[in-house]
């Protein structure tokens, strides 16, 4: 039972980025094309309130569920790691069509050739650990 | 109650979504965790034992527990919205678009949410296939690695954070997807 509010809440991500067309490899063309709002809206309404949020937690040192205070844990600045990760990954979202978490909800839509994607990302994930020491970060 | 129903079967627009994105992130927040998708592939990694040859995955997976839930209940999420709450409609994707997709050979862009004659298993073991599932699938699992996030951990949750590191992300992010947009998929959709 301790999980049952995260399967409903995967579940609502899950209706919500298919009702909005979020996991559409065309939406993606789309977004990096420039030929529609649809993508650029999604993430800056998202952006917009989710800084609103991010303010009062902080700003009303809000607790969570369990009564302790929430720390929100800042991401140690380089340039190397984000850019060139980020770039990679880049190359995978438009080819794909999907971030990680389009990827499953893309299987529920029953396109499972996805699932070969989701293995060859779980692959990259593994690379990635394996050679990590000698990339730069 | 049948206006109920066309609302819900259609497409929902940006502005339902986007919120409804940023509460999901509070929900994840309020619980105790954070909203960060692709941690689930590490910790998928670890769970098949990658642990005992690399320290990037000898960690208790176990506390992630919560986050392959949240896996499972976005592809339970993907079923019920195909099923039981889709008009069956093609996506409204701008003309230029289309004309575009046409022009590169992919018949009726947006009757299908992906294109199909590339996302299929019959095109898995042709260049096309190889290139589109295989290639970008493994970039996107080694790339939100290196850059320690992907759209739901740096562009949402990060950038609600105003976290620089996340906008140099996200900057990151751009500079594939355009690259390969504008000057890789005119050489390989057409193939």
Not at chain 1, 52 to 61: A, L, N, S, V
Not at chain 1, 114 to 123: Q, Y
Not at chain 2, 57 to 79: E, H, P, R, S, Y
Not at chain 2, 157 to 170: E, R
Request: hydrophobic share 50%; net charge positive; aromatic share 16%.
């Amino acid at each position: 039972m301790k999980y049952f509010k995260y399967l409903i809440l995967g579940t609502v991500f899950g209706i919500v980025l298919t009702k909005a067309e979020l996991i559409s490899w065309f939406r993606i063309y789309e977004m990096f094309r420039f030929q529609s709002f649809h993508m650029y809206g999604v993430i800056g309404s998202a952006v917009v309130l989710g800084v609103i949020i991010t303010q009062i937690i902080k700003r009303t040192k809000m607790k969570d569920a369990k009564g302790e205070p929430i720390v929100i844990a800042p991401k140690k600045l380089s340039i190397w790691r984000y850019l060139l990760g980020g770039i990679i990954f880049g190359f995978g979202w438009a080819l794909t069509g999907a971030c990680p978490g389009p990827m499953f909800i893309l299987a529920g839509n029953g396109v499972f050739v996805i699932f070969v994607a989701i293995a060859s990302g779980l692959l990259g994930t593994f690379v990635y650990g394996k050679i990590r020491h000698k990339l730069p970060h | 109650m049948n206006n109920i129903i066309e609302i819900v079967s259609s497409p929902w627009p940006w502005w339902i979504a986007g919120p409804a994105i940023a509460l999901l992130m509070f929900a994840l927040i309020y619980f105790g965790n954070s909203f960060g998708f692709s941690a689930n592939f590490r910790t998928i990694c670890s769970m098949f034992g990658a642990g005992k040859s690399c320290d990037f995955f000898d960690f208790d997976w176990k506390k992630q527990t919560w986050n392959l839930v949240f896996a499972i209940g976005a592809i339970l999420g993907g079923f019920i919205a195909s099923q039981y709450l889709s008009s069956g409609d093609a996506i409204a994707l701008s003309e230029k678009t289309i004309t575009e997709l046409q022009g590169y050979g992919l018949e009726n862009p947006g009757a299908d949410i992906v294109p199909m004659s590339i996302f299929s298993f019959e095109s898995l073991f042709t260049l096309k296939g190889l290139i589109f599932i295989v290639l970008g699938g493994f970039c996107v699992g080694f790339g939100t690695r290196y850059a320690g996030g992907c759209t739901s951990g740096h562009a949402i949750s990060g950038l609600s954070d105003l976290q620089p590191a996340s906008l140099i992300a996200v900057i990151g992010f751009f500079i594939g997807g355009l690259t390969i947009t504008y000057f890789i998929l005119p050489l390989i959709l057409p193939a």
